[in-house]
């Protein structure tokens, strides 16, 4: 069976299976680390309120990732973990746009 071409190339459906765990993989880390996040903006967000940076729980993990950022950066309460945080905050971005990136595409390629 072939996929029709989506403007690169045409991709087969064996093609296609070997990247569904992989994806899916990515998916499932995606998943955990949004969790994960949550748990920093449950420790955080009450100061974060307080010092008006944010009104409200940010819902999308870029959101998220934005308020984290602007906490660790402006708030002297969590400089000492300031720069461990911001690294792991970029990795978390870079996951994100990643995320945002490859499943569409292959869900753009089975329709």
Not at 51 to 66: R, V, Y
Not at 95 to 105: E, K, Q
């Amino acid at each position: 069976m072939m996929v029709p071409d989506l403007g690169s190339r045409s991709i087969t459906a064996e093609a296609i299976a070997e990247i569904e765990r992989p994806v899916g993989q990515l998916l499932l880390g995606y998943a955990l680390l949004d969790h994960q996040l949550d748990f920093w903006l449950m420790a955080i967000f009450e100061v974060a309120r307080k010092q008006k940076l944010a009104s409200k729980m940010p819902h999308q993990i870029g959101d998220k990732i934005g308020l984290l950022g602007k906490c660790f950066t402006r708030l002297a309460e969590f400089s000492k973990h300031r720069h461990q945080a911001l690294r792991l905050l970029k990795e978390a971005d870079e996951l994100n746009s990643i995320r945002n990136t490859i499943p569409r595409r292959v869900i753009s390629f089975r329709r």
